[in-house]
């Protein structure tokens, strides 16, 4: 019988956070408790002279299939894995969203035998940095319409052109468009607005790009959040808002130290989408981690043409990061998948159907590549996979002179990965690494755009939208075309259509708007459609959460 | 010159929170952390053998001013009062809410030098309490627009007859009134709902009124979120949210730990309005205190006739508690006011003033006497006061036979409260106090309105509109007339119009309608306008607060 995650952190024995705090040389002092097993780091550890030498491991994926492949649970059982070869490793993730949690997804803490803990404060609350940023992208929202009202709009906001919504850690579909300040003139200016899930807040992706807390001030000042009635951008700090916004961020810059189950430290720090945003943890906890540790395993959100390319171009640049190694996740179930496997035969051994959906991992591989980064490609290994299917992905990596192993963290922690630690450790250390980013921020927005659709989607050609035409000619003009461009779509495929399976080539990108970002650092051009608000499904999670007289939580997985 | 409260604060040493726990005789590993200087405490510290003969002091006040009375400094200085002069004594208080501290009225951690610390923290996030209550209040939320939208509503919800709105712990006028659910049948039903402010919530009340996690957990099933088509209640349970409601409750239900200017220990939890709700800290943290300290100083919001007779009435027949003596906190501007003096007259010396607004201190003594509690007067002092206006509150209040001392604990801390603590000690020892509720639970709706409004108001009648007529009909047909009521109405009169001050008689108290907090145990008829969800102001707070790269935060107050 099969344990629930939740089952497997609970029969964990936690070491109290000073030890694991200890293991990376820091002093009880320095520690910010939040109970006996969770604590937050002060800035003051990071330090760029101990960063020197240090190896960065990212962890992307192929494709996906709907259920994701796993790259959470292989960061944490590939840094028990190098814990177990000798190398100090810490991993380095992202906070966990509620939305998920009560909805259908689940928790964001691994999985099996490759967590972090405490799994059940990691997965509610955790030391509040989801509320905080909340406060702090509503706190902005307030003063916009208060100043609409109470200030008689003397910056002359158009109220039909405000782009700042409100933020709520919650799938809450009926509140992605509504009409405020309905009720008369006491109850301020009425006009249509909406709320997006917290992860999607720009104080979020801002919060993971700052480098220091009075960076991050002075990012948040810079948030665009709407246009003059004349078509001028209007930023926070026109509102005075980025002082008492960046209050309410002065723990929250602040990364969590956790622990693996096998008591391996854990930094955890931030969470920004993976589509509309960078989709990985903070620049400031990755340097963290490189200052303390030898290795740091970290992850970006979804395959390495969104996380992937997003943190290669837009966290390294901003961050002056290098990673060593990139380790791609792969599981035989998407490799079938995108041979037109359907979803209820993916567990019936087919190595002509993996062989088939191999193009979709070697296009990653490739895109890998690009960045100058070796590769390393982990399988994450199901019971219900074939040997004849796992040879046959050997086979193909080995043909591209690309090293190959098991991941088996899930079901084995640190004991499972050995071998892959070691091969990311040979990666690592080989000097072939020579990071290089794909285009410069310099670059004219169609030419960083067209880079990135051409070298890592494999698109033929990119096409504007007369709306997103209109937007380059603004941004060129109020200054925004030097900022690296975040592009939003679909995860399902390499191109903007979710039905392109594998490796599809000759397709156009279809840029049909922009998104701004101006705080955080980035625009991004829209393809297809983006959800930055979940709704919760028929069966939400959330009515299978309890908790007993002595405080056991049950329900979350 | 005067320092700010937030210097003064910055200017005081702290000692760690576990000297501070050590005082109460809680060891170190009872403490759940929050940084060196918070905790939270577990519930087993709560020993009902241990609360036979310790002292329970309440603070309440004269009908106020705009300004507000000082009740928490007041109360805050009586602690260190008590303690210098050798009595064990710890003050027991709500958490502050974040939308006045963006708006006008700033923090809620006491002022001068009768704070607790740290101030910063306390006023800003400080252990996630009031960002917990939001989210299981909002899950609640999503949890009923989801089953119209993806279970089909099975329970028959009458989309407009639903009560239960969101919450956001913001002053956000343009939130009150909302319509959400719109953007087409993806987007959910369309209604028309709303927002509060987090401290308005019903779960907010409920976490101040329940004795253990297993009571807010049955409590919250109990909450009445709206009625079907068919006019039946429909309750959170039916929708099973209380779980997962509680799940996150799980850390909010302890009580939080801090420390005075002069290292006393204060136990701050929960912050439930005094309007709608019964506006004191929790059961809990006042249990917690008893069984830990020998008196506990705690407050309840505006003055007797609402915050005062809510604790009397709802709280201490909740928690069974019993009070030894009721502090009544005057100012001399107060009392001018209640004569009609204009704000910008309350400085100039005045006693025939002070003497024409005694009336309304007479009526809250007289309000404290119906509960068969000692009232011990405590005249805050301001350096504008003059000799002759504080003599004639001291001859009043000895004319009726009750004790008045000054409260000097704003300038002075402890020192400038001793004689007020030699007072409330020798009235609560007196053995005199023989606290009695002013009505039974059982009694019925009307007859427990009439006997506040007459007895406590002074009012000559109650009249009843005709929708809060039927509403008594529906609440005696579905059996909530057996709750308790917690009347909302102005904070600046004994009546229901902000207009009779001083001591009015004579007049009808008209009830327009009811609220309903079944899951927190009671029904709110509603005498004038309530206001659930406050603006920000033209000048908000948030303009002025900063923080430096070394993270002091300025502009706090």
Redesign the interface.
């Known amino acids: 019988m099969h344990l629930t995650d939740q089952e497997i952190a609970k029969a964990s024995t936690m070491r109290p956070i000073r030890e694991i705090a200890a293991k990376l040389g820091i002093s009880e002092d320095d520690l910010?408790?939040?109970?006996?097993y969770v604590a937050k780091l002060p800035l003051k550890l990071i330090d760029k002279s101990k960063m020197e030498g240090k190896k960065l491991i990212l962890v992307t994926a192929i494709t996906p299939t709907a259920a994701g492949e796993g790259k959470t649970t292989a960061s944490i059982g590939l840094t028990e894995g190098l814990n177990k070869i000798g190398v100090k490793a810490a991993v380095v993730l992202r906070e966990p969203s509620?939305g998920p949690v009560?909805g259908m997804k689940g928790g964001a803490a691994g999985g099996g035998y490759s967590q972090v803990l405490p799994m059940?404060s990691i997965n509610?609350?955790f030391?509040?940095d989801f509320?905080?940023i909340?406060?702090a992208h509503?706190?902005l929202a307030?003063?916009i319409?208060?100043h609409i009202?109470?200030?008689k709009n003397t910056l002359n906001i158009d109220p039909r052109k405000i782009i700042w919504k409100?933020v709520?850690?919650?799938?809450?579909?009926?509140?992605?468009?509504?009409?405020?300040?309905?009720?008369g003139p006491?109850?301020?200016?009425p006009r249509?607005s909406g709320f997006d899930i917290t992860a999607a807040s720009e104080v979020m992706a801002t919060l993971c790009l700052s480098n220091?807390?009075?960076d991050l001030?002075e990012k948040m000042g810079n948030i665009i959040i709407g246009y003059t009635y004349q078509d001028e951008p209007v930023r926070a700090y026109q509102?005075?808002?980025q002082?008492?916004m960046?209050?309410?961020m002065?723990?929250t810059i602040m990364p969590n130290l956790v622990q693996t189950i096998e008591g391996n430290p854990a930094i955890l720090h931030g969470g920004p989408f993976a589509n509309i945003a960078q989709g990985t943890n903070s620049i400031i906890a990755t340097k963290m981690g490189l200052s303390l540790a030898d290795y740091v395993v970290t992850e970006a959100g979804f395959a390495s043409d969104l996380g992937g390319e997003k943190f290669l171009d837009l966290k390294c640049q901003y961050g002056n990061l290098k990673p060593d190694a990139v380790v791609i996740v792969a599981t035989i179930r998407a490799l079938k998948s995108h041979a037109g496997i359907p979803v209820a035969d993916l567990k019936i051994p087919n190595p002509k159907a993996v062989i088939d959906g191999l193009p979709n991992l070697g296009k990653h591989i490739e895109n890998i590549k690009h960045f100058m980064v070796v590769p390393v490609v982990a399988i994450n290994k199901f019971a219900t996979d074939s040997d004849e299917e796992i040879q046959a992905v050997f086979d193909f990596c080995q043909s591209l002179g690309v090293k190959a192993e098991l991941s088996e963290g899930w079901e084995k922690g640190g004991e499972g990965t050995k071998e892959l630690a070691q091969a990311v450790k040979e990666a690592a250390e080989s000097g072939k690494s020579n990071f290089t980013p794909l285009y410069d921020f310099n670059w004219g927005i169609e030419q960083k755009i067209e880079t990135i659709a051409r070298k890592i989607y494999g698109a033929a050609e990119v096409e504007y939208s007369l709306k997103a035409k209109q937007q380059i000619k603004l941004f060129n003009k109020i200054g925004l075309d030097k900022l690296p461009v975040c592009i939003a779509k679909t995860q399902y495929s390499l191109s903007d259509d979710p039905k392109l399976i594998n490796r599809p080539s000759g397709f156009t990108i279809k840029i049909r708007e922009f998104d701004i970002a101006a705080g955080a650092g980035f625009i991004i051009p829209i393809a297809g459609t983006i959800m930055r608000m979940p709704?919760?499904?028929?069966k939400?999670a959330?009515?299978?959460?309890?908790?007993?007289?002595d405080?056991n939580?049950t329900?979350?997985f």
Chains 1, 2 share one sequence.
């Open positions: 910010r408790p939040y109970g006996k509620l009560f059940e509610l609350h030391t509040g509320a905080a909340e406060k509503n706190l307030a003063l319409d208060n009202h109470s200030q409100r709520m850690d919650m799938n809450e579909r009926v509140l992605r468009d509504v009409v405020i300040g309905l009720g006491a109850q301020g200016v249509e220091d807390l009075m001030k509102l005075k808002a002082g008492a960046a209050a309410l002065k723990h709704g919760l499904p028929a939400p959330a009515e299978n959460i309890d908790i007993d007289a405080g939580i329900g979350l």
